[in-house]
């Protein structure tokens, strides 16, 4: 997936800039998925220009071993960072059958460094991967779960036209402790479910799109003590700046917008999602 996206991504960063920063939030919150290393620019920056805006933690997740390496150096340089380590599920294919077993195997190894807090994403997507992709989609998810629970670290799963398939793969091999639902796409009947498995949803910017009603509506069927928000970044900027490149500084619109769609005060949701990133990933300065 990277050796294909990496180029693609980098000539669409150069075709847009980054939008305006928005205005701060009244509580800091935690970005809980974004990839620094396809935003641009140094980290350094990239943080910096975030706790400006009251995102003063970020999770840099990896989707294959080399980026999983990169998030490991960048959140044992950064105490604002700790790191998710895991192959994509669109990767998976690409490396099976010989090169699948070695990366899960540095997987494993990485899951043991104390500043990695999460394994993924992983998952299921049907989008991008064909049929002849599917089993090593699932050997690799199952795979990770595995890992997951052995290092007692929350899974982090993609799922992309997979809903069902995610849940009874998780059904299946018994879900970690805890599980974060990495961009959650379904409606507010998939919301509840998951909520009553007791997972956390995490919200991208995707929620504040014209045509996404479902998914506020699974906003509003999420308890704040089981949301998270986060850019993914550089993909899927909130409106007003959707088609440009993402990146943490602007999740204040994203949580605008949970707020509004949940008629809480934007303090009492920016607390909760405090709280919650911090039961899920643990503090930030362990």
């Known amino acids: 997936m990277r050796a294909t996206y990496r180029s693609e991504i980098m000539a669409w960063m150069d075709q847009t800039e980054l939008p305006p920063a928005p205005e701060p939030l009244p509580v800091p919150v935690p970005d809980s998925h974004t990839h620094l290393d396809l935003v641009g620019g140094k980290p350094e920056q990239q943080l910096a220009a975030a706790a400006a805006v009251g995102v003063d933690r970020v999770v840099q997740v990896g989707v294959d071993v080399a980026s999983s390496h990169w998030a490991v150096r960048l959140a044992e340089r950064h105490p604002a960072?700790?790191?998710?380590?895991?192959?994509?599920p669109n990767e998976a294919p690409r490396l099976a059958p010989a090169g699948l077993d070695a990366a899960l195997r540095e997987v494993e190894q990485l899951a043991a460094v104390p500043r990695v807090r999460g394994i993924g994403e992983t998952g299921l997507d049907t989008y991008r991967t064909g049929p002849a992709g599917w089993p090593a989609q699932q050997r690799a998810f199952r795979a990770q779960i595995a890992i997951a629970k052995r290092h007692r670290k929350p899974l982090v799963v993609h799922c992309r036209d997979a809903h069902a398939a995610v849940l009874q793969v998780l059904d299946e091999e018994g879900a970690p402790d805890t599980v974060v639902m990495h961009c959650f796409s379904g409606d507010g009947a998939l919301a509840t479910e998951c909520v009553r498995r007791g997972y956390v949803l995490s919200f991208a910017g995707t929620v504040t799109f014209r045509n996404a009603?479902?998914?506020?509506?699974?906003?509003?069927?999420?308890p704040a003590d089981q949301l998270l928000v986060e850019t993914d970044a550089p993909f899927l900027t909130p409106m007003p700046h959707r088609g440009r490149r993402n990146a943490p500084y602007l999740i204040p619109h994203t949580v605008g917008a949970l707020a509004a769609i949940k008629q809480l005060d934007l303090a009492e949701l920016c607390?909760?999602?405090?709280?919650?990133?911090?039961?899920?990933?643990?503090?930030?300065?362990?």
Do not use: K, Y
Request: a positive charge.
């Open 81 to 88: 960072v700790v790191a998710a380590v895991g192959l994509h």
């Open 213 to 222: 009603a479902p998914l506020r509506e699974a906003a509003r069927a999420c």
């Open 271 to 286: 607390a909760a999602i405090s709280a919650t990133g911090e039961r899920t990933f643990g503090r930030w300065t362990e």
